[in-house]
């Protein structure tokens, strides 16, 4: 904070109230003219916004600064509100975003996006927001910055489940440089809060050790008193802040209509007459014609990373992936000498691995407990504060059960690393409810995200020393079960200490030419016994190894489809996997041949992962068997 209860004085606090009037009138002005948007909750929440920017530590001409307060806007539908406050703060030209708002190829869109300056974080997707705030604030903490990160949430908000996980997180990690505003003017899209779903938000907080303020929303004075103390406090705190919707427009208050709808250009009229503003649309509607589209880019300096990567670890014996991944990381942490490496783990420390990083770096392992979907936020928005941040978890809990959260981490341009054990049919006597067989399915709509699976454990020690580089989000899939070393046609290891990861390249673990076999992850041990086995029956199976299935190799295709006939051998729903991806990228790439998929084709049962490979067909005997009849 910049600014104490001194340096604003009651003659400062009448400009505010006078600029908020402005704000009201620019939120009106904007609906109004692309018909559509939230001015009701945007014009309860201007008064605490516009203060907040005038006493928190920001600058509009550095609206990146690394020791700025962290302000983050959960309830992103007042975008009106936001737009209007920052621009009247010198962020960029207010008349632009009135002109634009909500117009196709503006950056100032229905909901917050960063590409508007002063804009931390994509919102909108409500109840996400404080558990991004705890990861700014944690971050950071961290890095030993003695700043502030704000939280403005709506009421209604209040109901989502992931809220409570984030309250307990920052109270366990006592966050005392967080603050939660909450705009609790009583009414939601559908009415009442109370009738729509009773909830005690003061109650609520006060339970999970947090310090909560109750002011009048409206109130400058109680406003500025009350920031000044929660920043104060030993604890993170929530201001509850009683309010009116439609504040300061007599036909718009208290109604929940407004909600969500625009007035009218002749309610505009009357309104801006009650605000005392100058009724100037026609300015705005040709402004609004003469927008030119322009490319949105955020303003992110994406930059790899600069850490000692180590030595290889290669092992000899079987074991499982999950293992190799716990040494890499754990490794790689023994050997930097900065703190940019972090890991968050939900209560599954013991099987995703991840103890002997924490032995190490105790202080940057976080254990969140079973808070999946808060989890996933706060280590997303933690690595946008240059961190390496590492999400382990279960496929079904951190992928399928996670995915809202990842897509929102994605659209932010995070830098989050997932690593996902226990997917596929793999994870065995859990069952169906545990086997997670859709991960590259439900992943492969993020546009941002790389998802890389290894196929052993020397693979994948070499994967997470990549990762370990790279900027940007990585999913990293693996089974559960302990796998054989892969090894070449000479019996040498074949991902040993000179293999180089390269992103999107194709391993070609056996050569043939009468058919060619393409596998991922688990499967890929199995592949090579197949081809082994078939080659004693007089068939030649080249045997490709794909880690990075959304990126195929081309030359690996052009080389398969000489053969003329092409498996596919997942652990993976056959419908959305690796299968899916090498017949898309044939098609693109003009390629005609006898093409067969082989992956799971239904939920499975509990029982052991070997006998379920045999009852799909999946084992090595069946697919022998398969590939022989199909030749």
């Not at 939900?346 to 990083?357: A, H, I, N, R």
Request: proline share 2%; with cysteine.
């Amino acid at each position: 904070m910049k600014i104490s209860k001194s340096d604003l004085s009651i003659e400062k606090l009448k400009e505010i109230q006078k600029q908020a009037d402005q704000a009201r009138g620019a939120i009106l002005k904007m609906t109004t003219l692309a018909g559509s948007g939230h001015p009701g909750g945007s014009m309860s929440t201007i008064d605490f916004l516009l203060m907040l920017l005038h006493m928190a530590n920001i600058n509009p001409e550095k609206p990146k600064w690394e020791k700025r307060d962290r302000i983050i806007i959960s309830h992103g539908h007042v975008s009106p509100a936001a737009y209007s406050a920052l621009g009247l703060m010198g962020f960029f030209d207010l008349d632009d975003a009135i002109s634009q708002f909500r117009l196709a190829g503006s950056k100032f869109e229905g909901h917050v996006e960063p590409a508007v300056p002063g804009i931390e974080w994509a919102s909108g997707n409500l109840g996400q927001g404080l558990s991004a705030g705890c990861g700014f604030a944690l971050g950071c903490k961290l890095k030993n910055i003695h700043n502030h990160t704000f939280v403005l949430m709506g009421d209604g908000e209040q109901q989502k489940g992931q809220i409570s996980e984030a309250r307990r997180f920052a109270a366990k990690y006592r966050l005392k440089n967080i603050t939660a505003f909450v705009d609790y003017n009583n009414l939601q899209i559908s009415g009442k809060t109370e009738k729509i779903m009773p909830q005690n938000i003061l109650e609520n907080y006060i339970s999970d050790g947090w310090g909560v303020i109750e002011i009048d929303g409206h109130d400058l004075v109680e406003i500025r008193d009350a920031i000044v103390d929660a920043v104060c406090h030993d604890k993170p705190t929530l201001i509850l802040a009683h309010t009116t919707m439609g504040k300061g427009v007599s036909f718009m208050e208290n109604k929940e209509k407004y909600h969500g709808s625009a007035i009218s250009e002749e309610q505009l009229n009357a309104a801006l007459k009650e605000l005392r503003l100058e009724n100037d649309l026609d300015k705005y509607k040709k402004l609004r014609s003469q927008f030119k589209i322009y490319s949105q880019t955020h303003n992110n300096v994406n930059v790899d990373f600069k850490m000692k990567t180590g030595d290889p670890i290669v092992y000899k014996e079987t074991t499982d992936n999950r293992s190799a991944w716990g040494n890499a990381i754990a490794d790689i942490a023994s050997i930097n000498d900065n703190t940019q490496i972090a890991v968050f783990d939900c209560d599954l420390q013991g099987s995703v691995k991840t103890k002997k990083f924490e032995s190490i770096l105790p202080h940057n392992f976080f254990q969140g407990g079973i808070m999946e979907h808060n989890i996933a936020v706060v280590a997303g928005a933690m690595s946008k504060e240059g961190f390496q941040v590492f999400f382990a978890d279960f496929g079904v809990f951190g992928v399928d059960e996670t995915f809202n959260q990842h897509r929102l981490n994605d659209i932010n341009k995070t830098n989050l690393k997932v690593v996902t054990t226990h997917v596929g049919l793999d994870v065995g006597e859990d069952g169906k409810t545990h086997q997670c067989i859709d991960y590259l399915g439900v992943m492969k709509n993020l546009y941002h995200f790389k998802t890389i699976i290894p196929a052993d454990p020397n693979q994948t020690d070499h994967i997470i020393r990549h990762i370990i580089q790279k900027y940007g989000n990585f999913l990293v899939p693996m089974g559960r079960s302990k796998l054989e070393i892969i090894k070449d046609n000479k019996g040498n290891i074949f991902f040993d200490k000179d293999y180089k990861f390269k992103y999107g390249k194709a391993d070609l673990l056996r050569d043939g030419k009468d058919c060619a076999l393409f596998v991922m992850g688990t499967m890929t041990g199995k592949a090579v016994e197949i081809a082994d086995t078939l080659k004693g029956n007089n068939v030649s199976v080249q045997v490709w190894n794909i880690s990075c299935p959304n990126d195929i190799d081309k030359e690996s295709l052009k080389k398969a489809a000489k053969t003329n006939v092409i498996f596919t051998y997942e652990d993976h729903n056959v419908n959305t996997g690796l299968g899916n991806s090498i017949a898309d990228k044939m098609m693109q790439m003009g390629f005609s041949c006898k093409f067969y998929k082989f992956g799971v084709e239904d939920y499975s049962f509990s029982g052991k992962s070997s006998d379920l490979f045999k009852f799909y067909g999946l084992d090595v005997n069946s697919m022998v068997k398969n590939i022989k009849n199909i030749l």
